[in-house]
């Protein structure tokens, strides 16, 4: 069979009806979600279209031109939904690090339904897999096991990371609003998008000095926000295990870095977290700037949120004289090559030989994780990893 021919054969043609028909019903899985997330780890093209469409529409700028209230409309919504990425997704449904009511967490999940990055539960799903299996080949963005590109987009084009696996997350999983948002989570961006051009449009009439109108606002708003918040977060999957420094001896590769902090409002304090991910503050000293965590502690005094999780004093002593422990994944990648990674590897393979060969001789290469806690849920799960230390000395 030629090329041509299998392209249209009718599995492809089945293939890439199911992959248009999930964007619409992100539960559509016509063969079981299972075998999905049992393919192997390849750029599935109907997928990455979604990324074409949103860097080129950033290209609209050429028709609708700039304002200053677009721009800063730009800037103003990139922070306010990098917010939503850390301060919802990230610390409230995949860590739990602190409670809201059931409304709340319906309207949180709304409000980080408009970065774009699928639903909560989705997002939820991944990032407590990626805890579990940190760097290593199992972990769908590790930059040490699958190379920088792919932890920072392609493994998000993948088939096997489409699904949400519920019966992972059941303490969330139990809420059918949360499902439903999940589910089908283009509902939200769509109306965020439009009412952007309503926004604009409303300017447009009504305040005709601003100089914008509704496609400028989605020009910017939309694409061009939305791009930068994408890779600003992609930044977190693709360098918190590769830049900075590790005051922890974690036995994963991640790492603090201020400038990371900077782009992702406090998550870039990765090492931290690694080490206790239950703490609202990935920020553990004063000097460790953490926006995310300063928004959050002025949302519970309006009383919208509470029970925010403070850093136990006994890992605040264990971090406070250490921040240069050295590189644990490339010990690991010696040791275990993924048999599925298309992309190459970005560590050298003989620095990782060497790495592991001292840090063996040693006797130090860190336990692997059990793989039944990713079955426990967040409270279970965070406990059972914060509370993980090792009593190994230091590798310096
Ligand atoms: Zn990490
Ligand atoms: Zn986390």
């Known amino acids: 069979m030629s090329k041509s021919d299998q392209t249209f054969s009718p599995s492809y043609l089945k293939r890439a009806a199911s992959s248009l028909l ?43 031109g700039t304002s200053s209230f677009a721009v800063w409309s730009a800037v103003a919504l990139y922070f306010i939904r990098m917010f939503a990425v850390t301060g919802v997704h990230h610390r409230y449904f995949s860590h ?3 409670s809201t009511s059931r409304v709340g967490q319906f309207l949180l999940a709304i409000f980080a339904g408009t970065t774009v990055q699928r639903g909560s539960l989705w997002w939820a799903y991944h990032h407590r897999h990626h805890h579990k299996h940190s760097d290593e080949p199992e972990d769908a963005h590790s930059p040490h096991v699958h190379g920088f590109w792919w932890s920072h987009i392609g493994w998000i084009t993948s088939k ?19 499902v439903w948002l999940n589910r089908f989570d ?34 910017w708003g939309f694409f061009i926000s939305t791009t930068f918040l994408f890779h600003g977060t992609g930044c977190i999957n693709s360098m918190a295990h590769i830049m900075g420094k590790r005051r922890f001896k974690t036995d994963d590769d991640s790492r ?41 502690k002025i949302l519970s005094l309006t009383g919208f949120i509470s029970n925010l999780k403070a850093v136990p004093k006994s890992v605040l002593e264990e971090g406070a004289h250490a921040d240069h ?7 690991k990648q010696a040791a275990q090559v993924h048999p599925q990674s298309s992309l190459r590897r970005i560590v050298p393979t003989a620095a990782a030989i060497a790495v592991a060969t001292a840090a063996s001789a040693q006797g130090n290469l860190p336990p692997k994780k059990s793989d039944s806690a990713i079955h426990k849920d967040a409270t279970e799960l965070a406990h059972d990893l914060d509370t993980k230390k090792s009593d190994d000395p230091p590798v310096i």
Request: charged content about 15%.
């Open 96 to 98: 739990k690090t602190y």
């Open 186 to 219: 283009l509902v939200v961006p769509v109306v965020f998008a439009v009412s952007l051009f309503g926004l604009g449009a409303a300017l447009e009439s009504f305040a005709p000095a601003l100089g914008t109108n509704g496609w400028q606002m989605v020009v």
């Open 22 to 64: 999930q964007w619409v019903d992100s539960d559509y899985c016509p063969d079981g979600a299972e075998k999905m997330r049992n393919e192997p780890d390849r750029v599935d093209w109907v997928r990455v279209m979604p990324f074409v469409f949103l860097h080129a529409g950033c290209l609209g700028v050429i028709w609708v």
């Open 160 to 178: 096997r990371n489409f699904p949400t696996d519920y019966s992972k997350i059941k303490d969330l999983a139990k809420f059918p609003e949360l």
């Open 325 to 331: 422990h050295a590189s644990v994944a490339a010990a």
């Open 256 to 296: 603090n870095s201020a400038i990371l902090s900077v782009i992702t409002l406090g998550e870039g304090w990765h090492n931290n977290h690694h080490r206790f991910q239950s703490s609202t503050r990935n920020g553990f000293y004063w000097w460790e700037i953490d926006p995310t965590y300063y928004m959050l």
